[in-house]
């Protein structure tokens, strides 16, 4: 995988102005443009489409500080106006081409990402590799903005706002593994960019044939693999640091990629207060 996001960086440098095939280099690496994505993004700190326009726009501001048309710049770094160059160049640089022109600045350019192993992985995950045939899961859903670190607000007030009740009538509908009440996130951008919307849904799992009650949102998992990790520790952080993990430490180590599908959470058990918990992480993988 390290090798593969660093064929996909070279790849951003030769055809920096052009649209980048990250489908066909994927295939070429054997692996996926889903999975290829989701790594660069987790190990980056940044989608691979805002890598791109930080590069675009550290190249084309030596372009605009030589001088020349705005719009013959903006054409050769790929882009259809002058306007539309200007804003891309502006939310890179904080700065618009004619301010940077006439006051040599400010600039702050993005260097070429390289991709290293580094040996850590002293703390053993424990995992487990699931094989589960198609079920459903049924519960509340809405869509939320994607938030990387804490508590996610407009999850906590979904949640909030559903009666007591409602959550003891869940638990009893539930007859599939993940056992118990699961936090869904589903129709994630492959970029996982803050901020991009998913599908979280409150629910449990339950056989494909259980019918669903009315008034309840539904999701049809086809049959798959699933990676499952156990953490326990300060929620949400430690199950948050398990999933970055996931990333940096567990899919480059082992012979297993991300394939589309929902991220689920179980929770096993918690405190009170929820400042701690015990939780499972499902992931939908698939051999590499």
Request: charged share 25%.
């Amino acid at each position: 995988m390290i090798s593969a996001l660093n064929r996909l960086v070279d790849l951003v440098e030769e055809h920096l102005t052009e649209e980048i095939d990250v489908d066909a280099l994927a295939r070429t690496l054997a692996t996926t443009e889903y999975h290829l994505r989701r790594m660069f993004s987790s190990l980056a700190g940044m989608p691979l489409s805002e890598y791109v326009r930080r590069r675009r726009m550290t190249v084309a501001a030596a372009d605009v500080l030589q001088g020349g048309d705005l719009l013959g710049i903006a054409v050769r770094h790929g882009y259809g106006s002058a306007e539309a160059f200007g804003r891309a160049f502006r939310a890179v640089h904080g700065a618009s081409p004619g301010d940077v022109r006439r006051d040599g600045g400010p600039l702050r350019a993005q260097p070429q990402l390289r991709f290293r192993l580094t040996v850590e992985g002293s703390t053993p995950m424990e995992t487990r590799i699931v094989d589960r045939p198609a079920f459903r899961l049924v519960g509340h859903a809405t869509r939320v903005p994607l938030i990387h670190q804490g508590v996610n607000p407009h999850i906590q007030r979904h949640i909030a706002a559903l009666p007591q009740e409602e959550h003891s009538r869940l638990k009893a509908l539930g007859d599939a593994e993940p056992a118990g009440l699961l936090a869904v996130s589903d129709d994630l951008d492959p970029d996982r960019a803050e901020g991009s919307e998913l599908t979280y849904l409150h629910g449990v799992a339950t056989d494909r044939d259980t019918p669903a009650p009315d008034g309840l949102d539904t999701i049809d998992v086809p049959a798959g693999t699933w990676a499952v990790f156990r953490t326990t520790g300060p929620y949400p952080d430690a199950l948050q640091q398990t999933w970055a993990a996931t990333a940096t430490e567990w899919f480059p180590s082992n012979r297993w990629r991300l394939r589309p599908g929902p991220e689920i959470v179980a929770v096993l058990d918690r405190a009170a207060d929820f400042s701690t918990a015990t939780c499972e992480l499902w992931l939908p993988v698939e051999p590499s």
